[in-house]
Structures are given as C-alpha cells and as structure tokens.
C-alpha cells in the first residue's frame, strides 16, 4: 500500500506544530523543507527578507532532499502564508520534483489570510500536472481529524474548508 507523506516548510514553528499533527493522525512520513541559504534571525529580519523574496518573485533553491515520491499516493503540503501567498521555496520543491500522478492536500497557516486566498499562488507553483485535491487552513488537532474522518472513504478531500 501507498503512504503518506507530510512536507513542509516553517520558520517559527506554527506550520511545523500543524503539519506534526497531521503527521500522528495519518500515519505518515514528514519532511521539512529548507532553504540553501537560511533566513536571519528575529522576525523582523526575516519578514523583510520574506517579503523581499515574494515581491521579486525570487528563486528560493531548497536544501532539503526529498525522498522518492513513487512511494507515496497522498502527499499534504504545509506552509505560512506570506503576503497572502505561498512562499517561494515551493516553487524549487515543484520544479526540482515530479508530483504527478500523486494526490496533493495543501494545508496554510496565518494570522488571518484565508486558506482560499493562498490557492492561485500555490496552484501557479504546482503547475498544471498536479491534482490538488482540497485543502484547508490549518486550525487545531480536532479539525485534521474530523476531516480524516469525514474523507475516510472518499478519494477526495475537496469541499473541505
Ligand atoms: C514574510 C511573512 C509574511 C507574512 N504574510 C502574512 C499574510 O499575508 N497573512 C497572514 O495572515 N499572515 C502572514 N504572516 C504570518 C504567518 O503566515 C504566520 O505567522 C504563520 O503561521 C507562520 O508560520 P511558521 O511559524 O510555520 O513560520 C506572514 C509572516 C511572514 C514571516
């Protein structure tokens, strides 16, 4: 049987906690992705630099190897909503990888930015091959399992909120 896989990018933490907790819920394999070179320290040095990246629509090469997608069906996608969107790190993590033929669920935290606000970036990072299948801005550990629960026996996971 194919697995799981959780991948994720986070700087302080809140992605990291959420993409964890999802981790325990469906028995999955978890990767953190990170960038070649890392962000400075502080928040606000790394905000600026942050937003300088998305502003500039920069190219963010990751560090992190991400082990082989064949063995994986179901592959959820963690990341901080920066200035509305999703980061640029995710754009190397889909151009360096092939997730075709796999069933993506991305999954945003923020302070207040919708999940659906985040959706056309990610999209425009994926490309056209990947199916995205719903997605959800994370909240707590009840709502990852009401929504496991609820998808049990669905190949879908769309309508989600
Ligand atoms: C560069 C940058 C831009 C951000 N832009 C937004 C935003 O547009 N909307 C929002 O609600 N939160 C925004 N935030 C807050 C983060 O999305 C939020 O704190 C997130 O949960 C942090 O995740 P992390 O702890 O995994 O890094 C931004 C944070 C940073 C550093």
Redesign the pocket.
């Given at each position: 049987m194919k697995k799981t896989l959780v991948i994720y990018?986070?700087?302080?933490?809140?992605?990291?906690a959420a993409a964890e907790s999802i981790q325990e819920n469906t028995n999955a394999d978890i990767v953190r992705i990170e960038p070649v070179e890392p962000y400075p320290e502080g928040?606000s040095n790394?905000?600026k630099v942050?937003?300088q990246q998305?502003e500039a629509h920069a190219d963010v090469p990751m560090k992190t190897k991400i082990p082989d997608l064949n063995q994986y069906d179901l592959i959820f996608i963690g990341y901080?909503?920066?200035?509305?969107q999703v980061p640029r790190i995710f754009n190397s993590l889909f151009a360096e990888n092939d997730f075709s033929g796999k069933r993506v669920l991305p999954f945003s935290?923020?302070?207040?930015?919708p999940f659906e606000d985040t959706l056309p970036s990610f999209k425009e990072a994926a490309g056209g091959g990947v199916k995205i299948v719903g997605g959800f801005r994370y909240r707590d550990e009840a709502q990852v399992q009401r929504l496991l629960k609820d998808n049990k026996s669905s190949s879908s996971f769309l309508g989600l909120e």
């Open positions: 990018f986070s700087l302080s933490g809140t992605t990291k928040y790394y905000s942050g937003m998305m901080p909503t920066w200035g509305g935290t923020s302070v207040s930015t």
